[in-house]
């Protein structure tokens, strides 16, 4: 998917602040953050959002969220963090390549 962003990112076509990488995911800062940290976590494979997501996916899925905690703790968020996802234009998403956002720390914006 060329005319992707996150994808163009993954490939290092486009520079990003990478925090983590595998053979399955990988992790950078998000350029406008929304609090002290800021992370997004995106599979290397080109999946639009959860509205994509099939029985074939489940080990990636797994995986990912099974990694946000260390992430988390890998940004200093020790006490907690805040999870977002993003679904289509009615929940938000911006970029249409399937990610996690990783919240925390100072300016963490109110949800209420
Ligand atoms: P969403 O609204 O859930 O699709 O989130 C997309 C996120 O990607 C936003 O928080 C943007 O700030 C972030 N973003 C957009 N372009 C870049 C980029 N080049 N590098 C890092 N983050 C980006
Ligand atoms: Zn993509």
Known sequence: MTDCLFC???????????VYEDEQIYVFKDI??????????????????LDELNGEHQDLIAKMTLKLPELARSQGLDTGFRTIINTGPGGG????HL???????KNLPGFK
Not at 34 to 46: C, G, R
């Open 8 to 18: 163009k990112i993954i490939a290092g076509d486009i520079p990003s602040s990478k």
């Open 32 to 49: 406008y953050p929304k609090a002290e940290v800021h992370i997004l976590v995106v599979p290397k494979i080109h999946i639009k959002s």
């Open 93 to 96: 998403q911006e970029v249409d």
């Open 99 to 105: 990610h996690m956002h990783i919240l925390g720390g």
